[in-house]
């Protein structure tokens, strides 16, 4: 049996990828995408009649040039969405700017206009997932879209504490980033090398997710960023991980046998004591975390870089 396989029946494999051949390769359960995925996507031969769909969308939509590439914009997430939807059975992640990190009136009304761009297509709302950046506004313009039954998944989570304020919002899932902290902790520290049970990363996964069990919360724990497939055995068991179409891949062609590495008996005894943060103890908490600091603000600028870029492009197609 594949390392896939085995994976498969312990774990909810996600496809890291806005490809819809990927997708259609390895039958994954759900699909996230970001600027960056779709970026990509967008820049592949096959789905050049799509972007001319979208951005002929943009022009009926009119206004000034600036209001059409957002119209076009996100109306190439949607549409991607959608395509995606047409594979999974289940759901999809869409993520909000990055650019609206920090502004929870613009988050939600982002949120709400891509929900409703996917309900006129005809697409039920918990199919979607709401992808928004793990800041303090993140969090509260969460608490606001659960409210109104748009589930929410909180991405760029390196530290407990966004964890813990997650969880206490009641957000539908969340995205640890496993590779990402791995690769501080390489660069930062003398150790270069880590082993499936002692990568930071891993170990990160491990203590929310035995936090999470241990209290009870409904959260999802999906890891995500892996840079090999030792960090994704390392987790075996975990609610959901998201995985791109190369580790997959690797996986696919893996048959070494597996153990699981989480489930929800051992995370009773193994789960840290509940803690409640509000913002001023949250923000502090975080801040000691230097990892956490500097890899969610470094996930941010990238986001939007990407999100611009992409604007970019779309600009100079409305123009043609």
């Known amino acids: 049996m594949s390392c896939l396989e085995q994976l498969k029946k312990h774990t909810v494999v996600v496809a890291d990828t806005g490809d819809f051949e990927a997708i259609k390769q390895y039958q994954p359960q759900d699909a996230t995408t970001n600027p960056s995925l779709i970026l990509s996507a967008v820049n592949l031969p096959q789905y050049k009649s799509l972007v001319e769909e979208c951005v002929e969308y943009g022009r009926q939509c009119g206004g000034s040039l600036e209001d059409q590439v957002v119209a076009v914009t996100d109306k190439l997430f949607v549409t991607f969405g959608s395509k995606i939807l047409e594979i999974v059975p289940g759901r999809v992640s869409t993520e909000v700017d ?111 997710y035995n936090y999470y069990k241990r209290h009870g919360y409904k959260t999802i724990v999906m890891g995500a960023s892996f840079r090999n497939t030792d960090q994704i055995a390392g987790l075996l068991g975990c609610d959901y991980l998201t995985i791109s179409p190369k580790l997959l891949e690797q996986l696919k062609n893996d048959n070494t046998s597996l153990s699981v590495k989480l489930d929800d008996k051992s995370a009773v005894t193994l789960g840290d004591d509940q803690i409640t943060l509000d913002e001023k103890d949250y923000r502090y908490l975080h801040n000691q975390d230097a990892m956490a600091v500097e890899k969610l603000a470094e996930g941010i600028r990238k986001f939007a870089v990407d999100q611009v870029k992409l604007e970019k492009q779309v600009k100079e197609l409305l123009m043609a």
């Open 98 to 208: 990055a650019r609206l990190s920090f502004d929870v009136e613009g988050s939600v009304a982002k949120a709400e206009k891509l929900i409703k761009m996917y309900e006129d297509s005809g697409i039920d709302r918990s199919r979607v997932l709401i992808k928004l950046s793990t800041t303090w506004e993140g969090v509260k313009a969460a608490k606001i879209l659960e409210a109104k039954g748009i589930h929410c998944n909180m991405t760029l989570l390196f530290s407990f504490a966004q964890a813990v304020a997650c969880a206490e919002a009641g957000v539908t899932l969340i995205s640890p980033f496993v590779g990402r902290i791995y690769d501080w902790y390489v660069k930062n520290s003398d150790q270069k090398t880590y082993t499936m049970d002692d990568d930071p990363g891993v170990k990160s996964v491990k203590k929310i």
